[in-house]
Nanobody
Framework: QVQLTESGPGLVKPSQTLSLKCTVSGDSITTSFYAWTWIRQPPGKGLECMGVIAYDGSTYYSPSLKSRTSISRDTSKNQISLHLSSVTPDDAAVYYC????????????WGQGTQVTVSS
């Protein structure tokens, strides 16, 4: 059973960097052809894919967030990390990590999500 657990601060001040971790169990983040993604959902809005890190460490970012987003990994801890810089209240959302599975790039396993508030 694959499990993903997000962790990080629930409150971030405007202009600061939001940093979240996703700890994966039941699978390795280096398993060939799988990828891992960060998705967020602002209140009252739809899901937004922020970016993806593949099994080989390659990354893809949403064009709208690319300048502020970094996704990295720690293979020794089987963790995926998200860093979002220069946050504003518009970045307040529930943040999820999920596994992206071939061949259709479906999101088959999700974390429970972590609420992030941006406020001074």
């Amino acid at each position: 059973q694959v499990q993903l657990t997000e962790s990080g601060p629930g409150l971030v001040k405007p202009s600061q960097t939001l940093s979240l971790k996703c700890t994966v169990s039941g699978d390795s983040i280096t398993t060939s052809f799988y990828a891992w993604t960060w998705i967020r959902q602002p209140p009252g809005k739809g899901l937004e894919c922020m970016g993806v890190i593949a099994y080989d460490g390659s990354t893809y970012y949403s064009p709208s967030l690319k300048s502020r987003t970094s996704i990295s990994r720690d293979t020794s801890k089987n963790q995926i990390s998200l860093h979002l810089s220069s946050v504003t209240p518009d970045d307040a959302a529930v943040y999820y990590c999920a596994r992206v599975s071939p061949p259709l790039a479906s999101y088959d396993y999700w974390g429970q999500g972590t609420q992030v508030t941006v406020s001074s």
